[in-house]
């Protein structure tokens, strides 16, 4: 070691190098690992401050190094400085990976604190802009571990917004820039080992539940990963939405291992333990793997490896694109940053994997192949020209693939409109919309003239839809209303459906008491004795639901471009008047004979403190997808709020609530005493206005909305489509539109 103590403007130089500032004091040179230590003031006791700048970096400032700032507390100095070596090593690789225009550098933060909030970050941040603006264009940074939105902001102001490539003054998210480049080698790798990027197979283990592994659990979710389980020292930080917590990564089975922690995890042991099956390693970490040994053993199981030079480059993408375009940096579109970034990773990695012949011993031989000359443009220099053959147009988007999203699509079409239908999912109707599923019911008993009448006109275009796509959507099999008089519900009541048909001349039958409904329906014996009165609309039945979005989809033909996996960050309604209400499902196994007497049915009865009185039954033939091995099965659902309007679905509990399940349990041991155990359970999600009627209307000069279904929309499905499209096409519509106007009175926006 040795201080340098000379000018900037001095003629001394360290090999050859530009001459050093007299801030620092020289800890290593690069011809001992490759890479310029040095250390900087720091103005606090128990902390130290070390920059790494890779030999090919240092000194020249139209190639800078580049690497974030990571604050840690090192168990002693050599560990601090090996780390800042380590890193800046391997950021010279991801840069040269995809020519960013960057080479390597590092800042490591060596805290003798356990507790990293007794740190003054704020005077912490000056130091580190003091090195800096030393370096003179030498090196810019951005965040690391520990090290986050508010130092970056200490950061620019001392720096006086230089040197600092941390998304400021920008919505791009850097940690989910690199979760999306983790996404896209996973997609890359899967698709040149198996031919598609299809992972509903697969089952992930995300070790690492920090934001960057919190999003790509999230993604691989959306993707349509058969299972994502996550690991995180923290366990409440495992818990993501959709995603199954683990307490331990390294002894738990997977196919794919997603590292997205601590660098070094994957001991020789560990990779020589970890559960058989797995196939595949990518991730977020740098340096996964502890030493080479560890490495070798993995590829000797045949698991296959790409190297974090690909799988965790997002953010240094991102920094190429703020480097040589600042502007476009600031005001692009984020999604659009992170799908450049996982186009590009996907597409490296799924090379990577092909120069390898698909042999995991192959890739470190191979990996010249994927890196570009050091000569040419950086890479920041195509993402517009990736955003200009990656943008489309379109007369109409849809946004929603769900019940009236495909509907829309569907009516448009009839009308020779084009469309692009963007849903989030990994499919039309995914598992996760409320329009997923068997079957829902339609019927035109209700107890309001204007629905009923709807629900006719509607009837005749589900007939279009069957037609246009050959496809049987209807099944009719009656509908039995019955229960107390507890008023009228969102779905109607018995009364006042009975006085609805009686209006509209529609054929029913009537059940005055609950012994007469016994006797006309066998399975619900439990009715008997109970003041209950029942309406029954034979003309009724169900609608197959997911296969209906499908079908009009279908119907729609190449009018209709569907992009699923899609999301829409940049549209941003707010509205406090809804709810979000939710209908557990639950299916019973009941023998074949039985399953013939019970009808579908909705039954009324008052509110318990938790559900909604309303309780749905479906027949056999409305359960397609559980009908295994000649069984039959029926499938019981009841209403319950979700307590009040959320902030995103990724809050929603698609298990459901235990609580209603018992109650669900409870019913039917009361009113199906003839059926068998149950086999599963399940949650679905609607929204419901205050008056429960759809909010169906324009709220911009090209913008119409469909909201608010409120447990009753799909029946009306194509009409529903039909009327959106008047509202998009300025022609009258096929209904009064009035009562779904977005600014009745019931409603605020």
């Not at 694109?321 to 996907?346: A, F, K, N």
């Not at 020779?416 to 008993?445: C, H, W």
């Not at 009719?476 to 107390?484: D, H, P, S, T």
């Not at 399953?595 to 309303?614: M, T, V």
Request: charged letters at 25%; glycine letters at 10%.
């Amino acid at each position: 070691m040795g201080m340098v103590s000379f000018a900037p403007s001095s003629l001394k130089t360290i090999l050859g190098l530009q001459p050093l500032h007299e801030l620092f004091t020289v800890i290593e040179h690069p011809n001992e690992r490759g890479a310029m230590v040095l250390e900087a003031p720091v103005d606090q006791d128990g902390v130290k401050l070390y920059i790494a700048i890779d030999s090919d970096s240092y000194g020249h400032v139209d190639r800078p190094g580049n690497g974030g700032i990571r604050l840690l507390n090192y168990d002693n100095t050599e560990d601090a400085i090996d780390d800042a070596v380590r890193l800046a090593k391997g950021m010279t690789r991801k840069h040269d990976m995809f020519r960013t225009g960057f080479s390597g550098a590092k800042v490591v933060i060596k805290s003798d604190h356990k507790d990293l909030s007794v740190i003054q970050r704020k005077g912490l941040m000056e130091d580190a802009a003091r090195a800096l603006q030393a370096l003179e264009g030498g090196m810019y940074t951005g965040c690391d571990l520990n090290t986050g939105d508010t130092d970056m902001d200490y950061l620019v102001e001392a720096t006086g917004e230089q040197f600092v490539l941390a998304g400021r003054n920008s919505r791009v998210d850097t940690n989910i820039a690199t979760a999306s480049s983790v996404i896209g080698s996973i997609l890359g790798t899967v698709e040149a080992m198996n031919g598609s990027t299809d992972i509903s197979e697969i089952t992930f283990t995300v070790q690492g539940c920090g934001k960057v592994g919190t999003t790509v659990a999230k993604e691989l979710i959306r993707y349509g990963a058969k299972c994502v389980q996550t690991c995180d020292l923290f366990p409440e930080c495992a818990k993501v939405p959709g995603c199954t917590p683990i307490k331990d990564w390294a002894s738990t089975a997977c196919d794919f291992l997603v590292p997205c922690a601590n660098s070094l995890a994957i001991t020789e042991e560990v990779a020589a333990t970890f559960p058989d099956g797995i196939k595949y390693c990518v991730g977020a970490t740098n340096s996964p793997f502890a030493n080479a040994n560890a490495r070798a053993i993995f590829n000797e199981r045949g698991v296959m490896h790409i190297p974090e030079s690909i799988s965790s480059a997002g953010a240094i993408l991102a920094d190429s694109v703020e480097w040589y375009d600042i502007d476009l940096y600031q005001t692009v579109e984020p999604p659009l940053m992170y799908g450049w970034i996982r186009d590009i990773s996907r597409d490296k990695a799924s090379k990577l994997a092909l120069f390898a012949g698909r042999n995991p011993s192959n890739v470190a031989s191979n990996l010249s192949q994927v890196v570009p000359s050091r000569d040419g443009d950086p890479i920041g220099k195509e993402f517009p020209e990736w955003i200009e053959e990656n943008s489309m147009t379109t007369e109409t988007l849809i946004i929603g693939g769900g019940l009236a999203g495909t509907a829309t699509a569907f009516s448009l079409a009839q009308k020779g409109f084009d469309s692009i239908l963007v849903e989030q999912g990994s499919s039309i109707a995914p598992p996760t919309a409320s329009s997923n599923g068997d079957s829902r019911m339609y019927r035109k008993m209700y107890s309001n003239v204007f629905f009923s009448k709807m629900a006719a006109q509607a009837l005749e275009r589900w007939k279009d839809v069957e037609e246009i796509s050959g496809e049987k959507l209807l099944e009719e099999n009656g509908l039995l209303f019955y229960g107390e008089d507890i008023g009228e519900t969102v779905e109607g009541s018995v009364l006042g459906a009975k006085e609805v048909m009686e209006s509209l001349n529609l054929p029913h039958k009537f059940y005055a008491t609950g012994d007469e409904i016994a006797d006309a329906y066998p399975a619900l014996e439990g009715c008997r004795g109970k003041p209950y009165s029942g309406v029954c609309e034979d003309t009724a039945g169900h609608i197959r639901a997911s296969k209906a979005c499908n079908a009009m989809v279908n119907a729609a033909g190449d009018k209709c471009n569907v992009k699923v996996n899609t999301k829409l960050v940049s549209l941003n309604i707010e509205g406090k008047d809804g709810k979000v209400v939710a209908v557990q499902w639950a299916h019973y196994e009941v023998d074949n004979e039985v399953a013939a007497s019970i009808p579908q049915a909705f039954h009324f009865r008052k509110e318990a403190d938790i559900d909604g009185g309303l309780y749905y039954v479906f027949p056999s033939s409305a359960t397609e997808s559980v009908q295994n091995g000649g069984k039959a099965y029926v499938k019981v659902g009841v209403d319950f709020p979700t307590g009040g309007a959320l902030n995103n679905m990724e809050a929603f509990d698609y298990d459901g609530s235990k609580d209603i399940l018992k109650l669900i349990d409870g019913w039917v041991e009361e009113h199906l005493p003839s059926v068998g155990n149950r086999i599963d359970s399940y949650c679905h999600p609607y929204t419901m206005t205050k008056d429960s009627y759809f909010v169906m209307d324009k709220v911009a000069p090209n913008v119409a909305v469909f909201s608010g279904g409120s447990g009753r929309a799909f029946k009306f499905g194509p009409l529903l489509g039909d009327c959106m499209t008047s509202l998009l096409t300025g022609k009258e519509a096929p209904v009064d539109l009035t009562a779904f106007s977005a600014k009745r009175k019931e409603l605020s926006f």
